[in-house]
C-alpha cells in the first residue's frame, strides 16, 4: 500500500505545483492580473530595444513638445522623450519594489511562522512591539526613516521592510496558527527536529498559498508607496527616470504637454491594477481568507 511516507518528497511537490497551476489558470481575474504584470516585465526589460532616445540626456531645443511621430508622447521641460522615460521607469519602479517585497514578505514569513511554532512569551512580545509599529501611519515611518537616512535604493528597501514586515507577520501568524496544532509538526516535533527545519518541511508548504497572495498584495502597495516618495521629492534622485518623479517634475506644465504628466500616471496605475487583480484572483483560487489570516 503506497502511503505519502513511501511517495518521494519530488513528487509530493510536483503533485502541489501541478495542482496549484491548475487552480491558478482557472482563474480568470487571475490570468488577466498576471499578464498585465507579465506585459510590464517584458517592456521593461526590451526599453533599450524599444526606444533610441536617452532617458536622462537633456536637449534643451526639443523642450515642452507635443505628441508626435518623433516623440509619440512628447517631451518635458529638459527635452527628454517622455515615452522613454515611462519605458526605463518601469525598470526602477520594478526592481526596486520586488526587491522591497521579496525581503519583506521573506521577513515577515519566517518571523510569522516562528511565532506561531515558539508560541508563549515570544509569541506575546513580539505582538505588543508590532502593534506599537503599526499604530504608526506608514507614509510618516517611511519619511522617517528616509529624512534621517538619506535616500537611495538600499535605504528606501529598507524603510519599506520596516514599516510592512509587521503587517505580513500577522497575517503569516494567522495562517500558521492553523497549520501548527496538525499530527505531522507533532511528530516532526517529537523526532527532535529543529524549529527551522520544522518551518522549512512542514509548516511552510502548507501556507504558500497565503504567501502568495501576501506578496502579490504588498507588491502593488509598495509600488504606490515608492512612487510616492519620488514624488515628494524622497526617493529617487533626478535625473532617474522614475513614474512618481516624472509627475512631480510634470505636474506645473501639465496644461502645455498633458502626456509628461498623465503618461507616467497610466503606467503606474496599470501596473497597480495588474498586482491587485493577480492578488485578488489568486485569493479566490486557492481559498485564502485575507480578513480570517488577520490582514
Known amino acids: 500500500m503506497t502511503t505519502l511516507d513511501t511517495i518521494p518528497p519530488t513528487t509530493v ?74 519605458l526605463y521607469g518601469g525598470r526602477y519602479a520594478l526592481g526596486i519594489s520586488v526587491t522591497a517585497t521579496l525581503i519583506t514578505v521573506a521577513l515577515g514569513t519566517v518571523i510569522g511562522c516562528a511565532a506561531a511554532l515558539r508560541g508563549g512569551w515570544f509569541d506575546d512580545v513580539l505582538g505588543r512591539v508590532l502593534d506599537a509599529i503599526l499604530s504608526i501611519p506608514a507614509v510618516l515611518a517611511l519619511l522617517v526613516v528616509v529624512t534621517a537616512l538619506g535616500t537611495g535604493p538600499a535605504v528606501i528597501v529598507l524603510a519599506v521592510a520596516i514599516v510592512y514586515v509587521p503587517q505580513v507577520v500577522r497575517v503569516v501568524r494567522g495562517a ?55 514624488f515628494l521629492g524622497f526617493g529617487a534622485d533626478p535625473p532617474t527616470p522614475d513614474w512618481g518623479l516624472m509627475v512631480a517634475e510634470n505636474r506645473t506644465a501639465i496644461t502645455v504637454v498633458p502626456m509628461a504628466s498623465l503618461a507616467p500616471i497610466i503606467a503606474l496605475a496599470t501596473l497597480v491594477v495588474g498586482l491587485n487583480l493577480a492578488a485578488d484572483g489568486l485569493s479566490k483560487a486557492w481559498g485564502v481568507d485575507r480578513i480570517r489570516e488577520g490582514s
Open 176 to 230: 500558521a496558527l492553523a497549520v501548527v496544532p496538525a499530527d505531522y509538526v507533532t511528530a516532526a516535533r517529537a523526532r527532535g527536529e529543529s524549529t527551522w527545519s520544522i518551518l522549512r518541511r512542514e509548516i511552510l508548504p502548507n501556507i504558500t498559498d497565503v504567501v502568495c497572495v501576501e506578496f502579490a498584495m504588498r507588491a502593488s502597495w509598495v509600488v504606490l508607496l515608492i512612487s510616492s516618495l519620488s
Open 13 to 86: 511537490r510536483g503533485a502541489r505545483t501541478a495542482r496549484a497551476w491548475r487552480t491558478l489558470t482557472s482563474s480568470r481575474t487571475a490570468v488577466i492580473g498576471l499578464a498585465i504584470v507579465a506585459v510590464h516585465v517584458l517592456i521593461a526589460l526590451l526599453a533599450p530595444l524599444l526606444t533610441s532616445y536617452d532617458p536622462i540626456a537633456n536637449d534643451a531645443d526639443h523642450a515642452l513638445l507635443g505628441s508626435s511621430w518623433s516623440h509619440w508622447a512628447g517631451t518635458d521641460q529638459y527635452g527628454r522623450d517622455v515615452l522613454t522615460r515611462v
